[in-house]
């Protein structure tokens, strides 16, 4: 994984000549490796944890459906008699990984220039995660040419304003600091102190294959969370080695951080752009 990762981070802001294309075409042929390797050990390997998908139990459907049901934590806490009872560690780390996935849309000015929206890998990232986020960095091209909506360099979209708000990108990390700490006081009647609740994930990540696809979805997210980072930042001619950084290595909110922090294309200096 650190080879395909430290290829993608190179992916942003390449250029015509014939050596980076030919780097361009190992990155590409590299995501879709890594793809192959994920898809096989989250669904289809007898190696991990759990069953595969061909062999799926009720009860794991019956999981799936829960958690939906209780998606952010709403029904939890508002109206916990009339939700579905489910380990706090779980209802923690799906949210996470779902509000990690949905993070991607603030990089909206991304599609412009592509083959393939953005939108649709956002949306299908909620469902199936990482299937479909390393497929968009797969496909993608660099796009780090610099744009203006006041210029008329993208068009100005209800879509866009919302992916270009802070918010949304506050609106998400509420969501998963509220997860973390659902992980450790969540639910006392049904889990005890951080140590009991450590060792019941520990223990679901080594049985359930639910469990083990939330943990890796996590490392994966974490690893490739930057990799759209440069090219954006080219794009608003802006320079913040500190928010470039945290938003490389500090797990979810160091991209919620970056997202807050960043010049939006609708702020009145990037009319220069």
Not at 39 to 65: C, Y
Not at 236 to 244: C, E, H, I, L, V
Request: hydrophobic fraction near 45%; charged fraction near 20%.
């Amino acid at each position: 994984m650190r080879t395909v990762l430290a290829m993608s981070q190179g992916m942003d802001g390449g250029d015509d000549n014939p050596r980076s294309s030919k780097n361009l075409g190992l990155v590409k042929a590299a995501l879709w490796g890594f793809e192959a390797v994920y898809v096989t050990v989250m669904f289809l390997s007898d190696k991990s944890p759990g069953n595969d998908i061909f062999h799926t139990t009720p009860e794991t459907w019956k999981l799936a459906l829960d958690l939906s049901i209780n998606f952010w934590l709403i029904m939890p806490i508002l109206t916990p008699q009339l939700c579905p009872v489910v380990n706090p560690t779980i209802e923690a780390i799906f949210n996470i990984i779902v509000s990690w996935g949905l993070l991607n849309f603030c990089f909206l000015s991304d599609e412009r220039g592509q083959k393939v929206s953005l939108i649709p890998f956002v949306i299908g990232s909620a469902f199936l995660t990482n299937v479909f986020n390393i497929v968009y960095l797969a496909i993608r091209d660099p796009n780090p040419t610099p744009v203006s909506v006041r210029k008329g360099d993208i068009e100005d979209t209800k879509a866009l304003r919302v992916a270009e708000s802070r918010t949304y990108p506050l609106v998400l990390g509420i969501v998963g600091a509220l997860s973390v700490a659902w992980f450790f006081v969540g639910r006392p009647s049904e889990l005890g102190d951080v140590s009991e609740r450590v060792k019941s994930f520990v223990n679901l990540v080594q049985t359930d294959r639910l469990t083990f696809s939330f943990l890796l979805d996590a490392v994966v997210f974490w690893a490739f969370q930057g990799a759209l980072v440069k090219d954006d930042m080219s794009r608003r001619r802006w320079k913040d080695t500190r928010a470039g950084w945290v938003a490389r290595t500090v797990p979810y909110f160091g991209l919620v951080y970056y997202l807050m922090v960043r010049p939006s294309l609708y702020d009145e200096d990037r009319s220069s752009v």
